[in-house]
């Protein structure tokens, strides 16, 4: 519930800081970034390494989660907990909210 709400504030923020940043490069992290593209991000550099950018590529034997069903329950228990030849991500991911915009970005990659 409180997740629930500090991702919708999250949101909002992201909405409403939109349209100022057009002249800012995209090197920059810009601060105005959303929950979306702040779960890609983390996806990007925590998991894209084994699963790839689009999910599917498999390093280390790593699952398609373009073909994964789980639902949030089961995906966090995962990154909890660590599966055979995936590491726990938990410290990774620092904390519950991210570990929260990760699994959405990778549900994005179903097909
Ligand atoms: C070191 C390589 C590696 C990294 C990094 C990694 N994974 Fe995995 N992942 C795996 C492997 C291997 C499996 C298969 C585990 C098994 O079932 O044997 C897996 C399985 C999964 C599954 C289960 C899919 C299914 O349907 O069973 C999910 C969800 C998942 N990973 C998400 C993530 C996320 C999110 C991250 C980043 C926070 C991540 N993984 C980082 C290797 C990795």
Do not use: W
């Not at 409403?16 to 601060?31: F, I, Q, R, V, Y």
């Amino acid at each position: 519930m409180v997740l629930t709400r500090i991702l919708f504030i999250l949101f909002l923020a992201g909405l409403t800081s939109c349209g100022n940043d057009k002249a800012s490069s995209n090197n920059e992290t810009l601060p105005s970034e959303t929950p979306a593209q702040k779960g890609a991000s983390l996806y990007t550099v925590n998991c894209a390494s084994c699963h790839g950018e689009d999910g599917k590529m498999g390093g280390s034997g790593a699952k398609d989660l373009s073909q994964s069903r789980l639902g949030d329950k089961q995906i966090k228990k995962i990154l909890q907990k660590g599966k055979n030849a995936m590491p726990p991500m938990s410290a990774i991911l620092e904390n519950e909210e991210n570990m929260e915009l990760v699994i959405q970005h990778i549900k994005t990659l179903r097909k």
